[in-house]
């Protein structure tokens, strides 16, 4: 049986648990993070696939036929073949349309931010990027949490 890449979890077993101990990093924490990643990958979804939508709609059956079957091709990569693929591969220059995050200024008493500076150096992150990690947890708990009340 071959695992695709996306579907590795991790095994933390002593060595790993260690290693990641020395970047400052617990288990639970690597975990967390996979989890907001799926749910920022689920949040942004909806426009991405609309306009995915609207290119699809200008291709001829040809051009569906021939995306479907590169995208079964793909699919049936295992690891290696796609390790082995990014090891030819060239780098490209890609323009993303998403666009740039808003600033949000808000006010910490200064052990707050200093309890806040320390937490982020130790994740090797900066002290804004763990900030807005975890607002966007808590909507997501709280999108979650609100759902779940009004189909009750």
Do not use: Y
Request: proline fraction near 5%.
């Amino acid at each position: 049986m071959r695992m695709r890449f996306r579907e590795l979890e991790p095994d933390w077993d002593d060595d790993n648990v260690e290693h990641i101990g020395r970047h400052g990093v617990e288990p639970e924490e690597v975990d967390s993070a996979r989890g907001v990643a799926r749910s920022e990958r689920a949040r942004h979804g909806p426009s991405d696939a609309e306009e995915i939508s609207a290119v699809a709609e200008r291709l001829t059956a040809a051009q569906r036929r021939a995306l479907r079957e590169e995208a079964r091709d793909w699919d049936q990569l295992g690891d290696d073949e796609f390790a082995r693929l990014f090891e030819k591969a060239h780098p490209v220059q890609v323009r993303l349309r998403r666009p740039l995050p808003k600033p949000l200024t808000i006010a910490l008493d200064e052990r707050t931010l200093n309890a806040l500076k320390r937490l982020a150096r130790r994740k090797q992150v900066r002290a804004r990027h763990l900030a807005a990690i975890w607002i966007a947890e808590r909507l997501a708990h709280e999108r979650a949490s609100g759902r779940s009340r009004r189909t009750a």
